[in-house]
Nanobody, 114 residues
Framework: QVQLVESGGGLVQPGGSLRLSCAAS????????MGWYRRAPGKQRELVAT???????NYADSVKGRFTISRDNAKNTVYLQMNSVKPEDTAVYYCYYFGGEVYWGQGTQVTVSS
């Protein structure tokens, strides 16, 4: 099975930046998609960003222009660069992988507060 290990969450001030990382096991299929969901209390689960193995990307309207998803295929790692963060970005962020089967990471808490 594919294992996903997330890191980079924490406390950040409004307007600041944070980078989340998600490292997948070395056994992932080379043609795949990876991305990030988030879940905040009282809100629906939201798909934040996705990226394919060919580096095609999609973003939720709420994060366009502020977040950037990227990947390092040699390291089997996907990143979410979060810039100009807002309090409403506070959520648990979950990495996912899809390559025929879907897997999710354990989640990492992001809190935006002064």
């Amino acid at each position: 099975q594919v294992q996903l290990v997330e890191s980079g969450g924490g406390l950040v001030q409004p307007g600041g930046s944070l980078r989340l990382s998600c490292a997948a096991s070395s056994t992932i299929f080379r043609f795949n998609a990876m991305g990030w969901y988030r879940r905040a209390p009282g809100k629906q689960r939201e798909l934040v960003a996705t990226i394919t193995s060919g580096r095609s990307t999609n973003y939720a309207d709420s994060v366009k222009g502020r977040f950037t998803i990227s990947r390092d295929n040699a390291k089997n790692t996907v990143y979410l660069q979060m810039n100009s963060v807002k309090p409403e970005d506070t959520a648990v962020y979950y990495c996912y992988y899809f390559g025929g089967e879907v897997y999710w990471g354990q989640g990492t808490q992001v809190t935006v507060s002064s």
